[in-house]
């Protein structure tokens, strides 16, 4: 009979060369070799530490055990190296200070059961430092501020940190899709814990991939623009094949039940890390042209260039200007101007566009102040380019604004036209577009506002009081 003592020897070492086996030491029933998803999960964190890899992007379904393995990755790197300084995000305060504890409580275990392997058995000697136990901050005996626990509502004052893990920092449909929510997540990001991460830290994104706008989507797209893409690991709850990604967590009929009641979106989102805009998107697919339309000789087949301009309410709001062209009852887009600049920008800016384009007819919204800019990029065409070509029509936009965009989105899709590169030509107003939810919250609708503005002076919609 091999003796205990050897047995329990070699897991301890075993725990300190491989994270997944530290894993199961301390919680085998969890961590079984059969589970394949943990085994690679596990793997995924501990190669990324070792690596020059600087971000990755861990998306996971709910209750595969995120926040466990992540506050187990936390004690593990803390007994490989206690220089380390890891800083922690999560939803709120109260489950930052129960991440923070239960870290805290491992390290500090004392052994009552020899047969029991604690923390100190794999990583003697590393303790947490007297009289600064607090709960969200605290210290090893060999460091100084080793750990942070923190939270869009909570403080980073005064930590740098080599490590940043951020852990679900959205927890309904409601925050998914409300614009300001997630806005408010990536200015906490940039402006709070990146400021904390000291050169050549590493940041770790663990969470359910709810929105492309998400903290993981903004993470996503904002390294691959700086040509350093984050390192990125999905895992389905239903294979390709249609079978569990682990059956004794998540049986098929379980999921069916817990599905069931929900929407396609939350479900796709919640355990397919399908982002939720993604299927609640009002505009579904956009039709585009690589050439305009023309005639035998090459010339171009419009009846009319016309604009339609929708003019900023509030210092918030974006001017958005399309000029269009008609053929043939479907609308070409020209050119667009969105912007939040102010009048002294937008109304030359808009002048300058009109007289370039040949517009014929500009239809500019006068709910609020359109009338007086409609006057001035009129005067800006006579004076700046002595043009009179354009017929300013000005008007009183009465119906109700989200109505108007629902009901005109199925011809927008099918009748409007926009050049193929018209993400790169018109970035902010593409996304804008592309971003749009049926339901929800969204921050802006001047896009879609202006643009049913050429459906229903193209498509036959109601019928504008002009001023």
């Given at each position: 009979?091999?003796?205990?003592?050897?047995?329990?020897g070699?897991?301890?070492e075993?725990?300190r060369?491989?994270?997944?086996?530290?894993?199961?030491?301390?919680?085998?029933?969890?961590y079984?070799?059969?589970?394949?998803?943990?085994?690679?999960?596990?793997?995924?964190?501990?190669?990324?530490?070792?690596?020059?890899?600087?971000?990755?992007?861990?998306?996971?379904?709910?209750?595969?055990?995120?926040?466990?393995?992540i506050?187990?990755?936390?004690?593990?790197?803390?007994?490989?190296?206690?220089?380390?300084?890891?800083?922690?995000?999560?939803?709120?305060?109260t489950?930052?200070?129960?991440?923070?504890?239960?870290?805290?409580?491992?390290?500090?275990?004392?052994?009552?059961?020899?047969?029991?392997?604690?923390?100190?058995?794999?990583?003697?000697?590393?303790?947490?430092?007297?009289?600064?136990?607090?709960?969200?901050?605290?210290?090893?005996?060999?460091?100084?501020?080793?750990?942070?626990?923190?939270?869009?509502?909570?403080?980073?004052?005064?930590?740098?940190?080599?490590?940043?893990?951020?852990?679900?920092?959205?927890?309904?449909?409601?925050?998914?899709?409300?614009?300001?929510?997630?806005?408010?997540?990536?200015?906490?990001?940039?402006?709070?814990?990146?400021?904390?991460?000291?050169?050549?830290?590493?940041?770790?994104?663990?969470?359910?991939?709810?929105?492309?706008?998400?903290?993981?989507?903004?993470?996503?797209?904002?390294?691959?623009?700086?040509?350093?893409?984050?390192?990125?690991?999905?895992?389905?709850?239903?294979?390709?094949?249609?079978?569990?990604?682990?059956?004794?967590?998540?049986?098929?009929?379980?999921?069916?039940?817990?599905?069931?009641?929900?929407?396609?979106?939350?479900?796709?989102?919640?355990?397919?890390?399908?982002?939720?805009?993604?299927?609640?998107?009002?505009?579904?697919?956009?039709?585009?042209?690589?050439?305009?339309?023309?005639?035998?000789?090459?010339?171009?087949?419009?009846?009319?260039?016309?604009?339609?301009?929708?003019?900023a309410?509030?210092?918030?709001?974006y001017?958005?200007?399309?000029?269009?062209?008609?053929?043939?009852?479907?609308?070409?887009?020209?050119?667009?101007?969105?912007?939040?600049?102010?009048?002294?920008?937008?109304?030359?800016?808009?002048?300058?566009?009109?007289?370039?384009?040949?517009?014929?007819?500009?239809?500019?919204?006068?709910?609020?102040?359109?009338?007086?800019?409609?006057?001035?990029?009129?005067?800006?065409?006579r004076?700046?380019?002595?043009?009179?070509?354009?017929?300013?029509?000005?008007?009183?936009q009465?119906?109700?604004?989200?109505a108007?965009?629902?009901s005109?989105?199925?011809?927008?899709?099918?009748?409007?036209?926009?050049?193929?590169?018209?993400?790169?030509?018109?970035?902010?107003?593409y996304?804008?577009?592309?971003?749009?939810?049926?339901?929800?919250?969204?921050?802006?609708?001047?896009?879609?506002?202006?643009?049913?503005?050429?459906?229903?002076?193209?498509?036959?919609?109601?019928v504008?009081?002009?001023?």
């Open positions: 009979m091999i003796d205990p003592v050897i047995v329990q070699a897991k301890c075993l725990a060369r491989e994270f997944f086996y530290y894993c199961q030491v301390k919680a085998p029933d969890f079984k070799e059969d589970r394949a998803f943990l085994v690679d999960f596990c793997e995924q964190l501990q190669d990324f530490y070792f690596s020059d890899d600087k971000v990755l992007v861990v998306n996971l379904p709910p209750r595969h055990g995120k926040s466990r393995t506050g187990c990755f936390v004690e593990w790197v803390l007994g490989k190296n206690q220089a380390e300084k890891i800083m922690t995000g999560s939803y709120n305060e489950l930052s200070t129960t991440f923070s504890k239960g870290v805290r409580n491992t390290i500090s275990e004392v052994k009552a059961d020899k047969n029991k392997i604690v923390y100190s058995d794999i990583f003697p000697g590393v303790e947490i430092k007297r009289g600064d136990g607090a709960m969200n901050m605290w210290s090893l005996t060999t460091g100084y501020n080793n750990y942070l626990a923190t939270s869009p509502t909570g403080t980073a004052t005064g930590f740098g940190a080599s490590i940043m893990i951020i852990d679900d920092l959205i927890k309904s449909a409601m925050e998914a899709n409300n614009a300001n929510t997630l806005e408010q997540h990536w200015t906490w990001f940039t402006d709070t814990m990146l400021s904390r991460l000291e050169e050549g830290g590493k940041i770790i994104i663990v969470m359910t991939r709810w929105h492309s706008l998400d903290l993981a989507g903004r993470i996503i797209d904002h390294y691959k623009s700086k040509g350093q893409p984050a390192k990125t690991v999905i895992y389905k709850a239903v294979q390709d094949d249609g079978s569990m990604l682990c059956p004794e967590i998540l049986s098929k009929e379980s999921y069916e039940e817990k599905t069931q009641l929900m929407g396609l979106d939350i479900a796709s989102a919640n355990y397919q890390q399908q982002p939720i805009d993604i299927k609640g998107r009002l505009y579904t697919s956009f039709k585009t042209y690589s050439e305009l339309p023309k005639d035998a000789n090459g010339n171009l087949v419009f009846s009319k260039i016309q604009n339609y301009t929708d003019t309410d509030t210092g918030d709001d001017l958005c200007s399309i000029n269009y062209g008609v053929y043939n009852g479907e609308a070409y887009v020209l050119d667009v101007l969105y912007t939040k600049e102010g009048m002294e920008i937008t109304e030359p800016a808009t002048a300058k566009m009109l007289y370039d384009g040949k517009v014929n007819v500009a239809d500019i919204e006068s709910n609020n102040g359109g009338r007086g800019f409609s006057r001035n990029v009129e005067r800006e065409l004076e700046r380019y002595q043009s009179t070509r354009c017929i300013m029509r000005p008007f009183h009465s119906e109700n604004k989200i108007r965009i629902l005109n989105s199925t011809w927008i899709m099918n009748h409007l036209y926009y050049p193929v590169n018209w993400k790169d030509r018109w970035p902010d107003y996304e804008a577009m592309n971003r749009y939810q049926k339901e929800g919250k969204n921050a802006h609708d001047d896009a879609p506002d202006a643009t049913t503005g050429i459906a229903e002076k193209v498509g036959g919609g109601p504008f009081s002009f001023d």
